[in-house]
């Protein structure tokens, strides 16, 4: 099993910035990639960025060039920078952690709570 803690969510202004950090713990072993997902009220949710234990990333188109995913694996943890945040970007963002063998063979199989990101106009 492995354990997910996300931080860093909240309420920033259009254009404005935030970092979201999660922390695993448990099996680490048994995972290959972390990741971000989001889920806008409404709306499935959907993949926003990965990254494997090589430093390979994946990113939504939505969020190319705004977004970006980094890890520090001596401490764990998998970080979201989100600069140049619209309102669109409003969701409940997931740290996932997983098992990636291509970008569209991917296994994310333990989660964290989600932390809440609003973006105002």
């Known amino acids: 099993q492995v354990q997910l803690v996300e931080s860093g969510g909240g309420l920033v202004q259009a254009g404005g910035s935030l970092r979201l950090s999660c922390v695993a713990s448990?099996?680490?072993?048994?995972?290959?990639?972390m990741g971000w997902y989001r889920q806008a009220p409404g709306k499935q949710r959907e993949l926003v960025a990965f990254?494997?234990?090589?430093?390979?990333?994946n990113y939504a188109d939505s969020v190319k060039g705004r977004f970006t995913i980094s890890r520090d694996n001596a401490k764990n943890t998998v970080y979201l920078q989100m600069n140049s945040l619209k309102p669109e970007d409003t969701a409940v963002y997931y740290c996932?952690?997983?098992?990636?063998?291509?970008?569209?063979?991917?296994?994310?199989?333990?989660w964290g709570q989600g932390t809440q990101v609003t973006v105002s106009s």
């Open positions: 996932t952690a997983g098992m990636v063998l291509t970008t569209k063979i991917k296994d994310f199989r333990y």
């Open positions: 448990g099996s680490i072993s048994s995972i290959n990639a």
């Open positions: 990254i494997t234990n090589g430093g390979t990333t």
